[in-house]
């Protein structure tokens, strides 16, 4: 214990939300220090990591789809887990090295953020990943727990608190009371699918072939999960299918809406299921207490309301639901004695 306070004074503790879309970094004490892109550019054929400032992060997302024939521009996490270890590895390595800097003797003890639905192979995958990357030592911590912390949920006391985390690559549903997770679900639909869903539609009806940016810029801009006050159009320009050449298309919110029909849905589905396996007493709980969403996904215009028909509860989108996961390993950090028993941990101190 003694050690571990010393080499406290001379490292730092970070908690990290390694998101499929976005990495967030927290410093114990400082708050969130660094919101990254989770993209990484590589030479095509050798996923070696360009030794240069735009390899990592926001100026690499400016890549995707953008990149010549030796260059990729990729993203390492798909459906909240490493999918690329090496990538995810220099990734965390380059965050890490952003954040310490030089200012520090030892390595970090880090607290990573993880979806509650992994298989314990994926677990070890993040374990491994951020010890090669730097840190001293590793703790998990599933992120609808992490969440319902950033958002202020009560999760320690005997009431139940019903956390909805919509990321890029999964959607958490947990109930938690008393510090722990009563019912959780996971399903790998989020944010991504979203994405996937408006680049299938422009397909399906337009002939027009766009990519994931110009997706997530019509989700952002109009798009939907009820109807909206005042429907709204916006340009979109992609490549038509069939003579290959550049195309400007207008598109409405009206027709958004029922291409993410489908994903919301799923989501819709995975609150009503966690609910139904809830215990009488929490059930009763949440009458009062009502959901909290986080996570980008959140914010998606009417998603709200569409739980609240279904579940019949009343639904709030957390403040600043993006960085909920984040700040939540923020909390964990400022309680690390006290909590990290009750998590996952890793790789012995050094």
């Not at 260059?71 to 390595?93: H, N, Q, W, Y």
């Not at 490549?239 to 027709?255: D, I």
């Not at 299921?273 to 009488?280: G, H, I, S, V, Y």
């Not at 600043?320 to 028993?341: F, M, S």
Request: hydrophobic residues 45%; glycine residues 10%; contains cysteine.
């Amino acid at each position: 214990m003694i050690v571990e306070k010393l080499l406290g004074w001379f490292s730092v503790d970070m908690g990290i939300d390694l998101g499929t879309c976005n990495t967030l970094v927290c410093v114990r004490g400082e708050g969130i220090v660094l919101n990254e892109p989770s993209v990484v550019a590589v030479r095509k054929g050798t996923n070696k990591v360009l030794k240069n400032g735009t390899a990592v992060g926001s100026a690499a997302k400016e890549m995707l789809g953008k990149t010549p024939g030796t260059i990729s521009a990729i993203r390492p996490m798909k459906d909240g887990v490493i999918s690329d270890f090496d990538v995810t590895e220099a990734m965390l390595a380059y965050f890490i090295r952003k954040v310490t800097g030089r200012s520090r003797l030892f390595a970090p003890r880090v607290v990573i953020a993880v979806p509650s639905g992994i298989t314990a192979v994926e677990r070890k995958a993040v374990f491994e990943s951020a010890a090669r990357a730097g840190a001293r030592r590793v703790y998990l911590i599933e992120e609808p727990m992490a969440a319902a912390m950033g958002a202020g949920l009560p999760v320690g006391e005997p009431t139940a608190s019903m956390i909805v985390d919509i990321g890029g690559g999964t959607t958490d549903v947990a109930i938690i009371s008393l510090a722990g997770m009563v019912t959780c679900e996971s399903i790998r639909v989020a944010g991504d699918e979203f994405d996937e869903a408006i680049i299938a539609h422009m397909k399906k009806h337009y002939g027009l072939m766009i990519g994931e940016q110009t997706a997530e810029r019509i989700k952002v801009e109009i798009g939907s999960a009820a109807p909206l006050d005042k429907e709204t159009t916006m340009d979109v320009r992609g490549r038509n299918m069939v003579s290959g050449l550049p195309q400007k298309v207008v598109v409405g919110s009206e027709e958004i809406r029922e291409a993410l029909l489908e994903p919301v849905g799923q989501i819709v589905d995975t609150v009503i299921r966690t609910l139904e396996n809830a215990e009488a007493e929490l059930s009763a709980d949440l009458v009062d207490n009502g959901i909290v969403l986080a996570g980008g996904g959140a914010l998606l215009r009417g998603l709200p309301r569409v739980i609240e028909e279904r579940t019949g509860l009343s639904v709030r989108v957390a403040d600043d639901p993006l960085t909920c996961v984040a700040r939540g390993t923020a909390i964990y950090l400022e309680n690390l004695e006290e909590w990290k028993g009750t998590m996952d941990s890793d790789v012995d101190d050094g």
